[in-house]
């Protein structure tokens, strides 16, 4: 008895250690945002690949063209855009089939957008990055890891309130992080915006 009760034990161990290998195996993998093996369209039709990936860190922010949060944060990733260039790739991304290619290109003109807008039409990346609201930004390593994703910054207080400027720069300190090798502090806060429907 003595001898089965101690295979007993070794037996619910390695099921409990097997258990632990799944839920890490689990995190790891979810840690992970897009496959370089993934490939997208922009909304002037080019095809973007995403093994650019490899090349430099990239920051993915989903747009709306009818939210006024989208609209009005336009001008504060185009500055990170100048800011970080050859250094962070910023990429646009356009969820779902509610909107036009002639929405988009009115977007692009009128808040004078000079990198890549992708749509994404079958939720590719809304499904990989799980993307909730627009706008929402994504900063991903050269390996697709998602190392921040969530609110820009605090400027939005709530949906209709908003602070006279923003005090914090959550995307924009977590860029910094990543480029200087330091632990980003908060990977995730909880992003204000337009919900996307899937």
């Known amino acids: 008895m003595i001898k089965q009760k101690t ?15 799944l839920v890490c195996s689990f995190q790891v993998q979810a840690q992970y945002g897009v496959k370089a093996t993934q490939s997208l369209a922009t909304v002037t039709g080019q095809k973007y690949d995403l093994s650019r990936l490899e090349d430099m860190p990239h920051v993915f922010v989903f747009y709306a063209t009818t939210c006024p949060l989208s609209q009005k944060y336009t001008l504060t ?14 990429v646009g991304v356009f969820p779902g089939v509610e909107e036009t290619s002639g929405q988009f290109e009115h977007f692009k003109k009128k808040y004078q957008i000079t990198y890549p807008l ?5 939720m590719v990346l809304v499904g990989s990055l799980q993307a909730t609201v627009t706008p929402e930004a994504f900063l991903l390593d050269r390996s697709g890891k998602i190392v921040y994703h969530g609110a820009i910054d605090d400027w939005v207080v709530k949906l ?3 602070k006279q400027v923003a005090t914090v720069n959550y995307l924009e300190n977590a860029i910094e992080d990543l480029l200087n090798n330091t ?16």
């Open 7 to 21: 295979y007993s034990t070794i037996d619910f161990v390695k099921h409990i250690l097997f258990l632990v290998s």
């Open 77 to 90: 990733i185009a500055n990170l855009n100048i800011k970080y260039a050859n250094k962070v790739k910023f």
């Open 118 to 122: 992708i749509e994404d039409n079958k």
């Open 160 to 162: 209709g309130k908003t």
């Open 183 to 198: 632990k980003i502090l908060s990977s995730y806060i909880k992003p204000i915006g337009c919900y996307i429907e899937r």
